[in-house]
């Protein structure tokens, strides 16, 4: 019983900062990716940011890079998206997934098993 839950959406005005978490529980898998997707409406679910079981190699997407930071947490199969300089094209459902058995990256949606129930982040002008 695989399960994601995100936190941390909300309403921010252009400029300010969200911190996302997504917290993993079922997970027997030795080895998977942990990604942050999003997806506005009327748009396609995109890849955000990703980081692999161990911590190590966090990939941004080129969107975000220089502003959104993500990490894993303090507590066992935890991760962050800190989100800073937030702008309105930013406002989207936030999404954490799993890709088992693999530490690879891989921005297609589909190629992740498990997805968490989303968060929403909407940023104001």
């Known amino acids: 019983q695989v399960q994601l839950v995100e936190s941390g959406g909300g309403l921010v005005q252009a400029g300010g900062s969200l911190r996302l978490s997504c917290a993993a529980s079922?997970?027997?898998?030795?080895?998977?990716?942990i990604g942050w997707f999003r997806q506005a409406p009327g748009k396609d679910r995109e890849f955000v940011a990703g980081?692999?079981?161990?911590?190590?190699?966090?990939y941004g997407a080129d969107s975000v890079k220089g502003r959104f930071t993500i990490s894993r947490g303090n507590a066992k199969n935890t991760v962050n998206l800190q989100m800073d300089s937030l702008k309105p094209e930013d406002t989207a459902v936030y999404y954490c997934?799993?890709?088992?058995?693999?530490?690879?990256?891989?921005?297609?949606?589909?190629?992740?098993?498990?997805w968490g129930q989303g968060t929403q982040v909407t940023v104001s002008s």
């Open positions: 997934a799993v890709r088992p058995y693999s530490s690879i990256y891989r921005s297609n949606p589909g190629e992740y098993a498990y």
């Open positions: 079922g997970l027997t898998f030795s080895t998977y990716y």
């Open positions: 980081i692999d079981w161990s911590g190590h190699v966090p």
